[in-house]
Each structure stands twice: as C-alpha cells, then as structure tokens.
C-alpha cells in the first residue's frame, strides 16, 4: 500500500499544476501597454497577463501609442477569457485573451497592423501559425506600422535602447 502514496501524490501535484493553467474569467482592470493587462479575477485577485505570442512596439515608438489605445478600447472595463499559457521572467502570466466577442485579442493586435508575432517566445504552433500567415497578409496590405517600409521590432528596439 505504501508504494501507491506517492504515486497518488505526484497524481495531486500534477492536477494541481493542471488546474493552476485553466482558462478563468475576469474584469481588465488596467492596460499597461498594447500586450500587457491586469485582469481582477471573480475572487478578487489582480493578475498582470502578458499577451501571447506577440509583442506591440513600446511607447516610444511609432504605434506604440496607438496598440495601448486600441487595447484599451478593446478590453478596458470588461470580461475577458484568460487561456493561460506560460509565466514569463517578470513573473507575469502569459495567456491568449479573448474578447466578450469571442475573438482573440492577441490576433486582433496582430490584424490590425499593431503587434509582431514574437518569433522567440511564440511557439505553439497551432497559435503561432495563423498568427504568422495574419501578420504576412497585413504586412502585404502594409496596415497599421506595416507602413513603414521597415518598422523596429519592439524586441531589437528595446536592446537599442541600452545601447545608449
């Protein structure tokens, strides 16, 4: 009998990890930037969620500005789903977001013309795919910063920042 406690232990511990990445529900209290939310959960826990996948430019770059707006109007106020994906070196949840209308915020950034699919951190390839073949077409259709012949990933720009 003894062998079995363990075996029932590791069951527990493995169940609670699972149940710790399930998708939950709740209110975007603030919008940090165009990737990054603070949802407040139904038990009243804050929780910052870095979006999946992607990456908006910063503040001080062209469009910056604009990804925060267009995420706040999206999401500011309302009830999202959360699918929980990884936690990032910030200690921040990584998750997709989906909107009260069903659809993928992280896509709609990536639609709009206002995220890159982040190529080092998006690797779930039944979400990153379409993301990659979306961010071809807008870059084709050179929306939103696909204008600029060539945009600064948010990624390449941020080490450029050290640089000085």
């Not at 990737?35 to 001080?60: F, N, S």
Request: proline share 6%; net charge positive; aromatic share 6%.
């Amino acid at each position: 009998m003894r062998p079995i406690l363990p075996l029932l232990l590791c069951l527990f511990l493995a169940a609670t990890a699972l149940a710790a990445q399930e998708q939950f529900t709740g209110r975007v209290i603030s919008v940090t930037d165009g990737d990054t939310i603070t949802v407040l959960t139904q038990d009243k826990q804050q929780i910052e969620i870095r979006l999946y996948g992607i990456d908006c430019p910063e503040a001080g770059q062209a469009y910056g500005n604009h990804a925060r707006q267009s995420t706040t109007n999206a999401v500011h106020g309302k009830n999202v789903k959360v699918q929980p994906m990884d936690t990032d070196r910030h200690g921040r949840m990584v998750a997709v977001v989906i909107m009260p209308d069903g659809s993928s915020l992280n896509e709609r950034l990536v639609r709009d013309g206002l995220a890159w699919v982040y190529p080092q951190y998006c690797t779930r390839e039944d979400i990153c795919e379409p993301l990659r073949k979306l961010e071809q077409a807008v870059k084709m259709s050179r929306r939103g910063l696909w204008i600029d012949k060539a945009p600064i990933p948010p990624w390449a720009w941020r080490v450029g920042l050290q640089c000085y």
